[in-house]
C-alpha cells in the first residue's frame, strides 16, 4: 500500500501570516519565551534559526513579532488542513501538531498516476500560502520520517523509495535519545546499517520495542492507522497578532474564510443561508452575529458585503483578538433557471434574493416583510404581513384575478354599475368566527370610467373593495 505524508514545519506561523496584510517576520518562543522554536521564512532569510535566544533574534530582526506556543490552537489550524485534504483523500490521519497522512494507492488510482496526485495536493497547498514538505512511503512511518527529513520524492518505485528510507540518518528515525547513542557507539549512522543486524541482535542490544519501530518502518509489522472523521460543519478561526480596533480590518481575512467557505460548500454541492460569526475581545464577552441570506447563496463576494453592511450598522465594542466563522445549516443545491438558450440570461430570482439579503443586513431581519396567502376566502382575512424567513418565496396563488389596490374597509356604492366586464364570484364564508359574509364580486367600470373590483352584500347593498390601475 502507498501512503502520503504531509509535513508542516511552522504551520502555526504559516496560519498567522495567512490573514496579515503585512509581512512581518514571525517566530514561536518557548514556553519560557527566552528561546525561538520556530521561524518563518521571513525570519530565516533575516539569519534567526530555530534555538537561537529571542534577544539575539529581535536584535537581528527588530520588527520581529513573537508569538506565544499554544498547542490547543495548534491542534486547531490542524484540523482545519484535514479537511481541506478530505477532498482529495478519504482516509486521513491525523499527526499533531504538525503532519497529515493520507492512504494514496486510491489516489494514485483515481489520478492515474502518482506524480498527478502530488501536483493537485502541492498546487493547494501552494494556494493556501503553506511552507510544507511531501513523501510517499510504502508504509505510514516511512512516509511521515521522509517528509520530516525533507527527502520526499515523487515516485512510487518500491526500490526508490526503500532506498530513500535506508538512507535516513539516525537521528530521523525518531528513536529514543539512550537507543540513537548506542547505536552510534556501534558505529552506525543510517537505518541501511541498522537493517544489516539480525533482528534478534537488535532486540538484545536493544529493546524490543526499538525491533518493532524499525519493523513496522520496513512493513514487516502491522502498523494500523486510525483514520479521521470531519464534522459536518464548516468552522474556520483568524488568530491576530495583533488586535483589530477597526471592522475594516476584519474584511481581508474574512475574505479569504469566505472563499475557503465557497469552495468547500461547491465541493459538497450545497449552500447554505446562515453563517455564525463570533468576534473575541480581551477581558469582555465575545460579540456574535448571525449572517442570514434571503435564499441559499454560496458566492463569497455575497457573503463578504452582508458582513460588511453588518459591521457598518453594528460598530466593534472592543478590538477584536480572534474571529471565528461557523456554518452548521447547509441546503441541496437546487439548478439554476436560465432566462435564454445559452443560460447566459440574469438570474432574477439570484438578483432578488441578494437584494432582499443586503436590505436586511443593513435595516435588520425585522424590518422587512412580504405579504402570505392565509387559510381564509374573505378578502380582507386572505393575506398577511409576515416577516422575510431565509429561503422562502413568494407563495403562487390559484385564483381569479385580484386587484393590486385592495382597500383597508368596503367603501359604499351609490348604485349597481352598468358596465361589466367578470363576475359573478361568489365568497361565503366567516361563520366559525362570528363575521359571516355573503358576497358576489365583479370587476366592472363605474361612471367615473374606473376600473374597480365590486360586490353585492346579500343584505347591504353594493360596495368597491378594490381598484385596477
Request: charged share 25%.
Amino acid at each position: 500500500m502507498l501512503w502520503l505524508y504531509v509535513h508542516f514545519p511552522h504551520l502555526l506561523l504559516d496560519h498567522l501570516r495567512a490573514h496579515r496584510s503585512d509581512d512581518a517576520p514571525l517566530v514561536v518562543a518557548g514556553s519560557n519565551g527566552a528561546l525561538v522554536e520556530q521561524a518563518c521564512p521571513q525570519a530565516q532569510a533575516q539569519g534567526i534559526t530555530p534555538g537561537m535566544r529571542l534577544k539575539t533574534a529581535i536584535s537581528l530582526a527588530p520588527e520581529l513579532v513573537p508569538v506565544e506556543p499554544d498547542p490547543e490552537q495548534a491542534d486547531r489550524v490542524l484540523e482545519q488542513q484535514a479537511r481541506w485534504l478530505y477532498r482529495y483523500a478519504a482516509r486521513i490521519t491525523l499527526y499533531p501538531p504538525d503532519g497529515l497522512l493520507a492512504e494514496a494507492s486510491s489516489l494514485e488510482r483515481l489520478y492515474g498516476s502518482a506524480a498527478a496526485f502530488w501536483r493537485s495536493v502541492a498546487q493547494a497547498l501552494d494556494e493556501r500560502r503553506l511552507t510544507y514538505q511531501i513523501a510517499l512511503g510504502k508504509t505510514p512511518l516511512a512516509a511521515r520520517l521522509c517528509a520530516r527529513q525533507g527527502t520526499g520524492e515523487r515516485t512510487t518505485s518500491e526500490p526508490h523509495l526503500n532506498a530513500l528510507v535506508a538512507a535516513l540518518p539516525l537521528h530521523a528515525l525518531e528513536l529514543d535519545a539512550t537507543t540513537e547513542k548506542r547505536l552510534q557507539r556501534l558505529g552506525l549512522s543510517t537505518l541501511r546499517e541498522v537493517q544489516q543486524l539480525p533482528p534478534a541482535e537488535v532486540a538484545r542490544r536493544l529493546t524490543p520495542e526499538t525491533l518493532a519501530h524499525i519493523q513496522r518502518l520496513q512493513g514487516e509489522r502491522p502498523d494500523p492507522q486510525t483514520p479521521w472523521e470531519p464534522p459536518h460543519l464548516f468552522r474556520e478561526q483568524v488568530d491576530f497578532v495583533r488586535e483589530v480596533e477597526q471592522s475594516q480590518g476584519l474584511l481581508f481575512p474574512l475574505q479569504r474564510i469566505l472563499e475557503e467557505l465557497e469552495t468547500d460548500l461547491r465541493w459538497r454541492q450545497e449552500d447554505t443561508d446562515t453563517l455564525s460569526l463570533l468576534l473575541r475581545h480581551p477581558n469582555q464577552p465575545p460579540t456574535r452575529l448571525r449572517i442570514r441570506t434571503a435564499g441559499p447563496e454560496h458566492r463569497a463576494g455575497a457573503f463578504l458585503e452582508l458582513i460588511r453592511l453588518r459591521l457598518d450598522q453594528q460598530p466593534l465594542s472592543a478590538p477584536v483578538r480572534s474571529l471565528v466563522l461557523v456554518v452548521r445549516r447547509f441546503l441541496s443545491r437546487q439548478a439554476r433557471t436560465p432566462t435564454d438558450l445559452l443560460g447566459d440570461g440574469e438570474d432574477r430570482a439570484e438578483a432578488w434574493q441578494t437584494l432582499v439579503s443586503r436590505l436586511q443586513a443593513r435595516l435588520g431581519d425585522q424590518a422587512l416583510h412580504r405579504l402570505s396567502p392565509q387559510a381564509d376566502h374573505r378578502p380582507e382575512r386572505a393575506w398577511a404581513a409576515t416577516g422575510m424567513r431565509s429561503g422562502t418565496t413568494t407563495d403562487r396563488l390559484v385564483s381569479p384575478p385580484r386587484p393590486l389596490w385592495l382597500l383597508r374597509q368596503p367603501s359604499p356604492l351609490s348604485h349597481a354599475p352598468t358596465d361589466w366586464f367578470s363576475g359573478p364570484e361568489r365568497i361565503s364564508g366567516g361563520w366559525w368566527d362570528g363575521e359571516r359574509v355573503l358576497r358576489d364580486y365583479y370587476i366592472a367600470r363605474l361612471d367615473t370610467g374606473q376600473l374597480a373590483w365590486v360586490f353585492r352584500d346579500v343584505r347591504d347593498g353594493w360596495f368597491i373593495h378594490g381598484w385596477y390601475g
